[in-house]
């Protein structure tokens, strides 16, 4: 555990221990890799020991030089969680009904009020605590590696410490001035329309699921008016029951079904059934996500870092426009800024969100379906890296994991440059899963 205060500009007060973790590399060279996770609100300790077993094949092979460092952040994992559950097995009619809901959320925030300041929890007081950590360990410089919040969380670092970074390879990227809105609504009408192309152009799911895109538009407006009963079996109880299913919690939970393409192969067969008007297989899709999301992040932190960084900085225009030619409109965002309510903090700084300028070499990776951080942002980043490069993975999601960018990653890491990297090399290199006709391999997510 290292020692944090929690009002870092007071420099008194409340210590927060952080949960920190260190593999040793068999040549150190005084540098560490900084195994960050996304989110906000995923911890990173308890990747060390998959890592330590070489599950990640990119790190593994820099582990000879290079010590990896895990820290989880304020407000996640064993560092002063706020430990919210939004989505208790014995309460599903709740988050069937609210992405936040109110009464968990509000509970949960005056618990940890009493306890805690949750205007502490954010993204430029967490890369201050990984300096801190980084300088108590002797490591001159870090290599920054991570995707989605990660990728933001590294932006901000490479603009506080980039003095300390010795290269980052990011990816699903966000960064300061180029975040979608919440729940990016362009890239989860992006990557509902390539899907149904994809669809179209195969022969299994065309012949299958012939009128997805027409059946998909008409399911949704079904819940337009009013919330509908879906039938779902209780995780915990094991037993069916009738819930009522909000347009809010359906779009979005969607939405992220279609963040990696092996979950995004079963929605034409999903909104088939539920156009039939069987919910079983939508339910499950629902009780899928809610469940990944409460059980993945810290949702006290993860709203405490999104209010404080993201939502100030929402663009009306952008929603506006987003709102209107989107599946999922603006009611991610309307449910964001509610819990912000609720959740109170302090927002950040205009400055903050200006574009991070910086000369540290830089890979960014994203793929060109990516519901949650679309790959116009990344371009837009990108823009002010001066040894920055990107690659772009056509049909990939919220992931752009294959063997090509696999070599690509692990040749910048040990050159610790991306001035020879091929950036076309990989764009071609994803290959689509095939499309579900049933639900017989679901459990494998669940």
């Given at each position: ?9 007071a420099k008194s007060g409340r210590i927060i221990n952080l949960g ?205 008016e009013k919330p509908l009963s879906v039938t779902v079996r209780n ?177 910048f890491l040990r050159a610790g440059s991306a001035k020879n990297i ?25």
């Amino acid at each position: 555990m290292f020692g944090v205060y929690e009002n870092r500009d007071a420099k008194s007060g409340r210590i927060i221990n952080l949960g920190v973790v260190v593999l040793k590399a068999q040549h150190p060279t005084g540098d560490a890799l900084a195994y960050i996770e996304g989110g906000p609100g995923v911890p990173a300790v308890p990747d060390a020991a998959p890592v330590a077993d070489g599950d990640d094949p990119i790190v593994a092979k820099v582990r000879d030089r290079y010590d990896v460092l895990f820290v989880d952040s304020r407000g996640m994992g064993t560092s002063n969680p706020t430990n919210c559950n939004i989505s208790p097995y014995n309460d599903m009619a709740t988050y069937f009904l609210q992405i936040w809901p109110d009464k968990i959320l509000s509970a949960c925030y005056q618990r940890y009020a009493k306890t805690s300041n949750p205007s502490q929890y954010n993204t430029n007081n967490a890369v201050d605590d990984l300096d801190d950590v980084r300088a108590a360990l002797g490591y001159h410089k870090l290599i920054l590696y991570g995707g989605s919040y990660a990728s933001f969380f590294s932006f901000v670092y490479l603009r506080r410490h980039g003095d300390h970074v010795k290269s980052a390879l990011l990816e699903a990227i966000g960064a300061p001035g180029f975040m979608p809105l919440p729940g990016a609504p362009d890239g989860a009408q992006t990557a509902l329309d390539d899907l149904t192309s994809k669809c179209s152009r195969d022969p299994r799911c065309a012949k299958q699921f012939p009128h997805f895109r027409e059946h998909f538009y008409a399911v949704v407006a079904r819940f337009e008016e009013k919330p509908l009963s879906v039938t779902v079996r209780n995780p915990k109880t094991k037993q069916l029951q009738s819930v009522l299913l909000s347009r809010e919690v359906l779009v979005d939970r969607i939405r992220e079904n279609l963040y990696f393409p092996e979950t995004a192969a079963y929605l034409p067969f999903i909104i088939e059934r539920a156009y039939q008007a069987d919910y079983v297989p939508l339910g499950r899709l629902v009780n899928l996500w809610s469940q990944f999301m409460a059980n993945g992040q810290d949702a006290g932190t993860n709203l405490a870092y999104r209010c404080a960084d993201f939502d100030p900085f929402i663009s009306e225009q952008e929603l506006q426009v987003a709102a209107a030619h989107s599946f999922t409109g603006d009611l991610r965002v309307r449910a964001e800024r509610n819990a912000c309510r609720t959740w109170k903090v302090d927002p950040m700084p205009a400055n903050f969100n200006d574009p991070v300028v910086s000369g540290v070499p830089v890979l960014l990776l994203n793929g060109s379906d990516d519901p949650a951080t679309p790959p116009k942002y990344a371009m837009g980043a990108v823009r002010y890296l001066a040894n920055g490069k990107l690659v772009l993975v056509r049909g990939a999601g919220h992931g752009v994991d294959t063997p090509c960018t696999t070599r690509l990653m692990i040749e910048f890491l040990r050159a610790g440059s991306a001035k020879n990297i091929d950036a076309n090399a990989c764009t071609g290199a994803f290959k689509t899963p095939r499309f579900a006709t049933s639900m017989a391999k679901w459990q494998n997510f669940e």
